[in-house]
């Protein structure tokens, strides 16, 4: 059965700190490993989207990383902001069939001034 | 580029009465869409997905006929929640998924939050 893990489960930060928020994943096969930012009561807006052969993807403070033989990826957001403050959720699709993913719980990040 | 939209963001209605919510890709062709709930502090449930010009196939456990879903055209889908009640009270996201370049990822609509009285 394809799953996916994220942990931790709720992060807290001071604002400036980084943080790694991280994903395991038993998706086969693999097609590509996407990381979303959902603030609340808004729809999850794409961060970065990585396939089998990309190891790092960065995208402004955000930085996912992606080892597919471990199947585990990472995202890592430096010198956090107020505004990182939201549920981040790792989404890993097959190859094949009709692009139906397979989406993490999610990370609920809060970042404190 | 590829944006999503939904309308309505927000409706509250009585229990018994019906409601239609529209998801349209603004600026791209969407040969699928996707139907999710969201509970809060939960993972988005993928409800349905639908093809345009076909029928929509449901999740195990999603009643079809409470759930309606038309995929008329490249660019509009419309779910329908008949005969609410307040069980059904959750927030609904489409997404979609183009063609092409944009098959790889699903953009997400901002969501539309129902609450059933």
């Known amino acids: 059965k394809n799953q996916v893990e994220q942990s931790p489960q709720s992060l807290i930060i001071l604002e400036g700190k980084n943080c790694t928020l991280q994903c395991n994943y038993t998706v086969s096969p693999f097609s590509n490993l996407r990381w979303y930012k959902q603030d609340t009561g808004r729809g999850p807006v794409s961060l970065t989207i990585?396939?089998?052969?990309?190891n790092t993807k960065s995208n402004g403070r955000y930085t996912a990383t992606l080892d597919a033989d471990t199947k585990q990826s990472s995202l890592h957001i430096t010198a956090s902001q107020l505004s990182d403050s939201a549920s981040y959720i790792c989404?890993?699709?097959?190859?094949?069939?009709?692009?139906?993913?397979?989406f993490g719980r999610g990370t609920s990040l809060i970042v404190h001034p | 580029g590829a944006v999503v939209s939904q309308h309505p963001s927000r409706v509250i209605c009585k229990s018994g009465t019906s409601v239609k919510i529209e998801c349209r890709s603004l600026?791209?062709?969407?040969?699928?869409m996707f139907w999710y709930r969201q509970f809060p502090k939960q993972s988005l449930m993928l409800m349905a997905t639908s093809n345009e010009g076909s029928k929509a196939t449901y999740e195990q456990g999603v009643e079809k006929d409470k759930f309606l879903i038309n995929h008329a055209s490249l660019t509009l889908s419309t779910l329908t929640v008949t005969s609410a009640h307040p069980e059904d009270s959750s927030f609904y996201i489409c997404?979609?998924?183009?063609?092409?370049?944009?098959?790889?990822?699903?953009?997400f609509g901002p969501g539309t939050r129902l609450t059933v009285l």
């Open positions: 990585m396939t089998f052969s990309e």
């Open positions: 989404v890993v699709s097959g190859r094949g069939g009709s692009y139906i993913p397979t």
């Open positions: 997404s979609a998924a183009g063609t092409g370049a944009l098959t790889d990822t699903q953009y």
């Open positions: 600026d791209f062709q969407a040969t699928t």
